[in-house]
């Protein structure tokens, strides 16, 4: 069986695994998970060789889901134990709330929020030329002209894990849209 290889669901085994555990240090900790090999994390290459195709555990991925996790104060970076809201979010049924809290704050740290975010969706839907609001666009139009301390890729990341969580509405082709005029 494929594994969901997407964000959200990484951060979500990553931390079904750290609270099955007891914390030693975040590397034996990934280190852990590339000998479990979970299937949100294998790869299947074609091995031209052998002529079959070989699963591989990406330990770069592991790592990236980490760091994101870390980033977002869900994870310890030194023992890859739950942190509070890690724990929080370790529950099913509050992992969404806690990742748009968690996202929505980073954001704004950053200087970026969300609202602006969702102001310039809209502004891109209902110019006179419409501008189709992807993660790259919005990018440009929020934090290029503001001193944003975020990089193309994590913007875009963090977006697609807010459209994920039910933060952001997203359609067709990755265009993200404001949610409703109602904040959290």
Excluded at 47 to 75: H, N, W, Y
């Amino acid at each position: 069986m494929r594994g969901d290889t997407t964000y959200y669901r990484r951060i979500q085994v990553l931390l079904e695994l750290s609270g099955a555990r007891s914390p030693r240090s975040a590397e034996d900790f990934i280190q852990g998970i590339v000998r479990r090999s979970p299937p949100n994390f294998v790869f299947h290459r074609w091995d031209a060789d052998k002529e079959e195709v070989t699963p591989q555990c990406s330990e770069s991925a592991i790592r990236k889901a980490f760091d994101m996790a870390v980033q977002l104060g869900l994870l310890d970076r030194g023992s890859a134990a739950l942190t509070t809201q890690g724990a929080e979010a370790a529950d099913p049924g509050q992992f969404d709330s806690v990742l748009r809290r968690r996202i929505r704050s980073h954001l704004q740290q950053a200087g970026c929020a969300i609202e602006s975010v969702e102001d310039a969706a809209r502004r891109m839907l209902q110019s006179r030329k419409i501008q189709l609001p992807t993660a790259d666009e919005l990018y440009v139009a929020v934090c290029s002209p503001n001193a944003v301390n975020l990089s193309q890729s994590e913007f875009c990341t963090l977006v697609r894990l807010l459209a994920a969580c039910g933060g952001i509405r997203i359609c067709r082709r990755h265009l993200y849209l404001p949610m409703h005029p109602k904040r959290e």
